[in-house]
């Protein structure tokens, strides 16, 4: 997963991408646990799909869509809509069948 900073994340929301983001602190053991996770569901998506940015650099981000929790995952469709926000990290099949159907 690419690292991103907050102008990278606003520049890829605003153009439209179909992204997969990833929130995390770095001391968190329940955010390392949805990392191994999302490595393993990005290898069966396309190259770039899931990003990451820890929560720490990216306060109006935070404020912007009301992120309150971490490990948290954002799915943006490509229309600039508001995104689906997921904190429950289930399983890797689940999460590759969410952002999958974001990414159609």
């Given amino acids: 997963m690419r690292e991103i900073g907050q102008k990278e994340a606003r520049r890829a929301i605003w153009e439209g991408c179909k992204l997969a983001w990833f929130v995390y602190t ?3 053991g329940t955010c390392t646990a949805a990392r191994r996770m999302l490595e393993v569901a990005e290898h069966l998506l396309p ?3 899931v990003v990451q940015s820890n929560i720490n650099y990216i306060p109006e981000l935070v404020q912007d869509y009301r992120i309150s929790s971490v490990p ?3 799915l943006f469709n490509g ?3 508001y995104p689906e926000i997921i904190y429950k990290m289930e399983s890797v099949e689940h999460l590759l069948n969410r952002i999958r ?3 159609k």
């Fill in 26 to 28: 770095p001391m968190c």
């Fill in 47 to 49: 190259r770039g799909t």
């Fill in 72 to 74: 948290a995952l954002l």
């Fill in 79 to 81: 229309q600039n809509e």
């Fill in 101 to 103: 159907s974001v990414m």
